[in-house]
């Protein structure tokens, strides 16, 4: 581990467990947060969404 680089802080809700955010710091100081909301349930997601030898505009959604 390299604690220098930064790291990343992932918070989840209890009953259910269910990921709700995640805070990035880098290596500088700076922090960045993600806060996810308005999640649906289920679904089908392609597999190729996370390929990531593709570019964002092959991906077919």
Do not use: C, M
């Not at 709700?20 to 922090?31: L, T």
């Not at 649906?40 to 190729?48: D, F, T």
């Amino acid at each position: 581990a390299h604690p220098e680089y930064g790291n990343i802080e992932l918070k989840f809700t209890d009953n259910p467990v269910e990921l709700r955010q995640w805070i990035i710091n880098d290596g500088n100081g700076s922090q960045t947060t993600v806060v996810l909301g308005g999640l649906k349930v289920g679904g089908n997601l392609s597999n190729s969404l996370f390929d990531i030898t593709k570019t964002p505009s092959s991906v077919n959604r």
